[in-house]
């Protein structure tokens, strides 16, 4: 088979162009005589055929096409820059000498890319499951854990988000398979699911001794977390803390000097004892907020519901259920997935070529028409589903089968098939929408940026560049920070630091993490200079 390579434009290479075309190469006359004269009096002695010290010889250099050479050029550049060249103890020129001869090379070799790039073949990219997570999010409005559904994704240099490291393995598909049929039935609403037990616990080590952000005023400690009710049903959840057990009760027998506060979506529990209660809940997600009130200092500070506790604070908020379900109810995943509802069965097979079409045009990173083999081939699952227990189990087996769907799993490119081996071309603006957005967001296209690839226009610098800035003000862009950045910098990697130091604790771990990812953000929405992070005030 051929290998063609593509050309991807992304804003880092807008970037490398925009700085690329500022620089003005020095002829041999000048750049060039001063790199000559440099390496001739301080490299050559070791650097040559004869003595190759590194394996390196420069004596046959061709200073007046340094581009010709990309790999020999390059190793000097980095010696230079780094101040690796020439060693210590020998003579050594002045540091804007050493800058001047590395600028010269690297102004050739970019220049010299930018004429003829060579961005190498594409590989096929499956999704890793940062990525899948994020995507069932946008196409279903569906929050999950994916690494309860899904293997581990391998990783090199820190990132796991490498084609040529994202394997594929028995294991991922039966992951795979599985999580698209539980995902498609959670979304649509699962009527026979079987009651279940949800525990969200404090990290281990994390001190409550002060107000957590999130919480309300007047409190310490504590736990956020959004729940997703599957169902119009009652749960039982529960509030544990304190010395164990679950339970909650005063010091040595005293008197209580602590109360428990538990909001929903920022509003106090409607309960007695919101410690454990049971309570008809309708579907969808819930923030619930439980944190402790110390009376002793934030007495009257509130007037939440409260019930005796030990001032250890929150270690867990466990949810069961569902019990005695009426319904799916009006969830933000059925709102997504449903905009038709037929009036009769005459109208089910139109609403479900609609609904198909859309959900896969998002899934598959392609707008497809009703007619497409794509849906054709969907609504043929449909169909099954539809006869063995009516509209929405259609959908629903349709919807699995499309979350296990290479076209959803992988992403594709296409190449032009009068592309000759080894030559660039522009890549299609349908892959660049999804390199945009899975490098800016870590997920699918929306549908304006399918729209403008659609239309042939996202390639036209000017869109690109408002699209880029439109992305970057969404707040699904945050997946640059906790994806990009966390790999980066290997914030990822604070999980596992136990330095030997008196005051660290999971507090400190929290913030030095979140310091980082807010200066990250800063730069990003300020448009700051990438060297901040490094010398910020």
Known sequence: MARRYAIGLSVLTLLLVAS????????????????????????????????????L?????DLASPATAAATSEAVIRKLRTGMMPPAGEARPERGMLDAVAAYLEAHVDAAAARSPRPGAPALHRLNRTEYANAIRDLLALDVDAETLLPADDAADGFDNIAGVLTVSPALIEGYVAAGMKLSRRAIGDLTMLPKTVVYRVPGGLEQDRHFEGLPLGTRGGLVVTHDFPLDAEYELSVGGGGGGGGFGGRGGGAPTTSVVLNFDGKPVDTRNPRRFRMRMPAGPVEIAAATVDRSRGDGVTDYHSSPGRSGGVS????????????????????????????GPAEEAGCAREILSRLASSAYRALLDENDPEIDFLFGFFEQGQRDAGFEAGIQRALAMMLINPRFLFRFETEPEEIAPGEAYRIPDLDLASRLSFFLWSSIPDDELLSLADEGRLGD?????????????????????????????????????????????????????????????????????????????
């Open 20 to 55: 690329v075309a500022m620089f003005t190469i020095p002829g041999r006359e000048d750049g060039g005589q001063l790199a000559g004269e440099t390496l001739d009096r301080y490299c050559l002695d070791c650097h040559n055929s004869v003595d190759r010290a590194g394996e």
């Open 316 to 343: 867990q908020i466990q949810i069961d259920g569902p019990f005695d379900a009426t319904g799916p109810g009006d969830t933000p995943s059925r709102r997504r997935i449903f905009s038709c509802y037929p009036g």
């Open 57 to 61: 010889a420069l004596d046959q250099f």
């Open 461 to 537: 610098p000017g869109v690109l560049r408002e699209q880029v800035t439109r992305m970057l003000a969404d707040p699904k862009s945050a997946a640059l920070v906790d994806n990009f950045a966390g790999q980066w910098l290997y914030l990822r990697a604070l999980a596992d630091v136990e330095p030997e130091a008196p005051d660290w604790d999971e507090n400190l771990r929290r913030a030095l993490r979140q310091e980082t990812e807010l200066l990250f953000q800063t730069i990003v929405d300020e448009d700051r200079p990438i060297h901040d992070h490094i010398d910020g005030d």
